[in-house]
């Protein structure tokens, strides 16, 4: 997206493989995601429709279809999938998908431990259907996996067919890829981002810091999840270096230090 200023970075179009924001809907009502869709339908790649909110949130399928509307991707949250999973519904899952007409979907086992075997039969069957992301991690503090099993789940679920993974953080921001403070476990994301395509990982990064931190790190082009509707703006001028915390991070040397 061209701007009036110079040295802003290059923000590719939608459909983007990279520099992806998804956003995270907590059951917004059909005002408020029109609202939303106002002014951030064209900074916004995906809207998850978090954890069991589908099938509570009045309206939602006039909401799935604003979201279409706007050239906005709407998939049902991966909590969604494990309760039908637990029930043994697997097939009452995909008569929802096709109800809503959902051709994304997401495969988790983050509140449910899933078999990896089996979920990797998940991720096959219905990346058969449509298009399929994954999450990697657990929302529970006590379940913790090294750095090698992070990147081994991943390739291997990419393999069965998700087009990309993300990385577990929860709408907290304290478990996952992030210590109790919240901050950065740079020793795993280090493991993932060197042995995980660049374009196939999205970061969930719910607090501000961790967005910056990411920015900083990896540049304006880094995918990023588990956004706030109300900071999808705040966000795309962290990743242009239009607020105060990444102000120098696209400048010349020269204007950096003039």
């Known amino acids: 997206m ?65 979201y279409k509307k706007h050239d906005v991707i709407p998939y049902p949250g991966g909590t969604l999938f494990e309760a039908f999973i637990v029930r043994n ?21 983050g509140s449910f431990e899933i078999e990896h075997g089996r979920k990797l039969e998940y991720i096959e069957r219905l990346a058969e259907r449509g298009t399929v992301i994954s999450e990697v991690g657990s929302k529970k503090k006590n379940v913790v996996y090294t750095p090698d099993e992070w990147v081994s789940m991943m390739k291997s679920e990419l393999g069965a067919g998700s087009v990309k993974v ?11 890829i992030y210590n109790d403070d919240g901050s950065a476990n740079t020793a795993l994301i280090s493991a993932i981002s060197e042995h995980i395509g660049f374009d196939k990982v999205i970061w969930e990064a719910p607090l501000k ?11 304006a082009n880094v995918n990023l999840g588990n956004i ?11 990743r242009c270096g ?17």
Do not use: C
């Open 89 to 109: 519904m697997f097939g009452d899952y995909i008569d929802f998908l096709d109800k809503y007409e959902f051709e994304f979907v997401e495969v988790s086992d």
């Open 166 to 176: 993300i990385a577990e953080a929860r709408e907290s921001g304290t478990v996952g």
């Open 209 to 219: 810091p961790q967005q910056i931190w990411f920015i900083n790190n990896f540049g």
């Open 242 to 258: 239009l607020r105060g915390d990444t102000f120098f991070r696209f400048l010349p040397p020269e204007l950096k230090n003039g």
């Open 2 to 66: 061209k701007t009036i200023l110079p040295y802003i970075p290059d923000r590719p179009e939608k459909p983007r493989k990279e520099g992806i924001t998804m956003v995270m809907d907590k059951g917004m009502s059909l005002r408020e995601a029109e609202d939303f869709m106002s002014v951030g339908s064209g900074y916004t790649d995906f809207v998850k429709l978090g954890f069991g909110t589908s099938i509570l949130t009045p309206h939602f399928e006039r909401k799935v279809q604003l």
């Open 228 to 238: 706030a509707p109300n900071e999808i703006i705040p966000l795309e001028s962290l």
